[in-house]
């Protein structure tokens, strides 16, 4: 299935769940623009004059333009979300919407919301808020606090690779396995001029990632996860999961950082860490 025909899927499961009005949703999975994209579709289905999305009417066209008045956003794209930010918005969770359909509160790259924050927001969605609707988007469930996931409805995007990887981001990952094993064959690679462009070191980021969560999940990772199964312990795993959060953070700043330093820099954190005492 290609990924539009999986899109529309997931936009249908969308218009189903409206009847449903699951309090908190969960998208993970695709890429930070996909994820976005469809909050919207999920504001705009919750808000159109017509409940079809259909772009024209003038809830969807607020929606479109940024301006309708139930449509809320706490943007981690932007940097953390922090507690003010929660408590500022706060109070509209209790009072019914404005417009005549339900209000939306967005949070964008959820990941980013300080602990201090996710507990406030938490603390909201065990209150009834009626007419109020919460959209989480990450790029993965295991990037938030577990009491948030539990409380969502999770969907999933496809993930940006696809089923498997292509060519490319697989030699990659080959080499980057390479790399932590015996400590060779990786830096003339990322050195060729134009070797490395964002799109492949955010693939090889994140193959790592759903490696690592089929590891975790007791599924069978790529061959390079089952080297990482095999020598690290669960310590070491979480290690290596935050320093893929931090290679993909910093591959997903809008300020435009070098992407095979970041590469580079992954490939020489899990080299050091296979190495590592536990
Ligand atoms: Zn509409």
Redesign the pocket.
């Known amino acids: 299935m290609t990924t539009t025909a999986q899109h529309s899927k997931i936009q249908d499961v969308l218009t189903r769940l409206v009847d449903t009005q699951p309090q908190v949703l969960l998208l993970e999975g695709g890429t930070v623009d996909e994820r976005m994209d469809m909050a919207m579709h999920w504001a ?1 289905l919750n ?4 409940r ?6 003038p ?3 607020q929606i479109e333009q940024g301006v309708h008045v139930d449509i809320k956003l706490l943007d981690g794209r932007e940097g953390k979300i922090k507690i003010d930010d929660v408590r500022e918005l706060k109070p509209l969770f209790g009072q019914p919407p404005r417009g005549d359909g339900k209000r939306v509160v967005i949070l964008a790259e959820a990941q980013e919301l300080i602990v201090a924050a996710a507990n406030a927001l938490l603390k909201s969605l065990e209150e009834p808020c009626p007419g109020t609707l919460f959209v989480l988007l990450a790029p993965q469930r295991e990037r938030l606090l577990p009491t948030l996931v539990s409380r969502s409805w999770v969907l999933t995007l496809p993930w940006p690779h696809g089923g498997g990887l292509d060519g490319e981001a697989a030699d990659w990952l080959r080499a980057l396995g390479q790399f932590a094993q015996s400590g060779t064959g990786w830096f003339a690679k990322t050195g060729a001029k134009g070797a490395v462009t964002r799109d492949i070191a955010l693939k090889v980021v994140l193959a790592c990632r759903k490696d690592l969560t089929a590891i975790l999940a007791g599924r069978s990772p790529s061959p390079m996860g089952a080297q990482l199964a095999a020598r690290l312990d669960l310590g070491r795993l979480k290690k290596f999961d935050l320093t893929l959060a931090h290679a993909e953070d910093a591959l997903s700043l809008p300020t435009a950082v070098n992407p095979a330093m970041v590469l580079d820099w992954l490939a020489t954190r899990t080299y050091r860490l296979l190495r590592e005492r536990p």
């Open positions: 705009r808000n159109c004059a017509t079809t999305a259909c772009g024209h009417c809830a969807c066209v």
